[in-house]
């Protein structure tokens, strides 16, 4: 069945296509569900005028329950995308976050450590694959809620998670800043992002009341069109990654991507493909994607990671 959403064409540069380098289509909905209320206090500025440290950059004064923290803008923006993605590699944020410039994340992320609001940690994965990343602890995650950094609508999270969880959300913050620029650059606007744990929680939530009266297939596909998705072979697959932004006619679209690896099972990367997800790959899983796609005769482009 298809979604009760139109179809907009959401033209994106060619070099992300390891193929051909096609436009990138994208499902547009309006009325996304709310996601979880943030804290109520309001931020309390100190002066930031006079003070500064470090690299000679104004901070601001934000207060915890029991203390005080001061912190430079990068810091936190830094914090904000800790806690909407969870877990952010150190790279990554020196690319995205500082335009490259590693001495002043390097600054900034001793700063807010020391303060206690972020931690580091090393994971690894498969051979060659190791990495720095950062979290945020309890304190840092109530600081953005009590100063109110981000959207009520936005969920925050913090602390690690289990190691092939945290490779995966590594992950998730370049996918989101890969695909995020080019929205931007289209005219549009990032208003909200949505990790698979919050969708996950939220359709777990509605499918646990289904009516008994009804009849299940057709209330669960139902309830998977008021989430936008799709049911797949009885199943309702769950993007990776959901981006929901205005476009450059104030229009509210979104955009569900998923990172496929070697390791997906041909069954669970054939419901993502049809469940119409943008598909996005490392370099060197990709040919093998390909082959597990052309095999169940499936035609998902698999974009480049």
Known sequence: MERPYGISDFAFPTQWDRESGPDLLERAGRGSRTGRELGQSGREKGSNSSRSRGLDRPVTIYRGRDREYSLRETEVRTLTDL???R???EDDLAQFGYQGDHSRMESDIRSLTRQ???EQRTIEGHSSYSTKVLT???DGHRVIERAQLVSSRQATYHGFVKPKEARHDADVYRLYQKVSREIERSGGKVR???LDLE???DLYKALSRMRPDKDPRYERIFIANQFDLKVVDGKIPIPDLRIEYEDDCRDVRRLDLEIATRDYRPQGLGEKAKAGFHMFARQQDHAKLRRVLDTQE???RIFAL
Do not use: E, N, Q, W
Request: charged fraction near 25%; avoid cysteine.
């Open 83 to 85: 806690g909407k993605f």
């Open 192 to 194: 909200r992002v949505m």
């Open 136 to 138: 945020l602890t309890k």
């Open 116 to 118: 206690g609001l972020a």
């Open 298 to 300: 499936i035609s998902a």
């Open 87 to 89: 877990v952010v590699p």
């Open 199 to 201: 969708l996950k929680k």
